[in-house]
């Protein structure tokens, strides 16, 4: 029988830890086994890839994945992909000019990933004065765990009223970002009422500077490709089945 190999890396995610009350820099990664790879055919919504990550999470055991910046998750995803299937991974490209068809081969251990070296980014984020009502908003950076309540709140919302006009993870967003308001905590219900007859100009400046303030941490997926037609073109990096799935 073959020697079995334990096969395990360690990383320091890109918050540093630094956003975080219990969760440290570093997180040690073992290969995915057939117990993970029947989690992630068997599953479904946004809770399948942390909970596959947590299984896989040798150290800290104890953390709540849900607690993680998604840049961080995103990150250790990409990590256990490489721990498990190794960092070579294909994808195919259309040019958006010709129509040309590109192959690919991206090695996911040289993606350029931003960490937060310093403390420029504390929480809560403080956003303000904002330009007309001159208001100093406190807020935190959403949670993958604020991200999948969202979703279900909005859901029970439209279930309960079938004629809710609009979006309403709109409002909901804003009643997990914001955390203060001049200082003083808000509570969640108060925030909707505040967000709603907040002057437009004072949400675009609130929304600009909070997507700036971790915009630049975790992995860079957006890349460039040269084409034969002689342009250049930009491209997130795909997910697709080669991910978790490669052939060989």
């Known amino acids: 029988m073959a020697k079995r190999v334990a096969i395990q890396e360690t990383f320091s995610i890109p918050s540093r830890g630094k956003l975080y009350a219990d969760i440290p820099e570093k997180f040690t990664l073992r290969a995915m086994t057939t117990v993970e790879e029947k989690m992630r055919l068997a599953g479904s919504g946004f809770e399948t890839i ?4 947590k299984a896989c999470t040798v150290s800290p055991k104890e953390y709540d994945v849900f607690e993680l910046k998604p840049f961080d998750l995103q990150f250790l995803m990409y990590k256990l992909r490489i721990v498990t299937y190794g960092a070579d991974y294909k994808i195919s490209l259309v040019c958006p000019n010709c129509g040309r068809k590109h192959e690919k081969v991206i090695n996911l251990d040289e ?23 001159g ?13 999948i309540e969202i979703e279900k709140e909005a859901r029970r919302i439209l ?4 004629e809710y006009v609009g979006d309403p993870e709109f409002i909901l967003n804003y009643q997990y970002k914001i955390q203060t308001v001049n200082g003083e905590p808000v509570q969640k219900h108060k925030i909707q009422s505040y967000v709603e ?5 004072d949400m675009r400046f609130f929304d600009s500077k909070y997507n700036q303030a971790a915009a630049d941490l975790g992995m860079e997926l957006i890349m460039t490709e040269h084409c034969g037609c002689g342009e250049d073109f930009d491209y997130r990096l795909p997910i697709t089945s080669e991910f978790f799935r490669p052939e060989y």
């Open 111 to 133: 993606i350029e990933t931003k960490y937060l070296d310093d403390d420029s980014v504390k929480e809560p984020i403080e956003i303000g004065p904002l330009p007309i009502s």
């Open 135 to 147: 208001d100093v908003i406190g807020a935190k950076i959403l949670s993958m765990g604020d991200t």
């Open 197 to 201: 007859s907040m002057h437009a100009r």
């Open 50 to 53: 942390p909970n596959i990550i």
């Open 159 to 162: 279930d309960k009223f079938p």
